[in-house]
């Protein structure tokens, strides 16, 4: 996909996004992980959405699955 197909594509799931919590302190890991694991087009990550907080927004539930079961072994 192209960088503007991939920004349509997300566009479109946003707003019945999948959302995973996490602490701002693993912010590099995790997104490197998901880089790993994912399509670009599949996740997207919302920084300081809280104190200390980040959040990864999945496009499918199983992918956001798959990446808390990953948090949790951390």
């Known amino acids: 996909m192209t960088p503007q197909e991939i920004f349509d594509h997300k566009l479109k799931w946003k707003s019945n996004s999948h959302i ?39 496009e499918k539930v199983k992918d956001a699955e798959k990446f808390k079961l990953y948090i949790e072994k951390q």
């Open 20 to 58: 995973v919590k996490f602490h701002s302190d693993h912010k590099m890991n995790y997104y490197d992980w998901c880089k790993e694991n994912f399509n670009k087009w599949e996740f997207d990550i919302i920084t300081w959405t809280n104190v200390y907080e980040h959040s990864m927004i999945f």
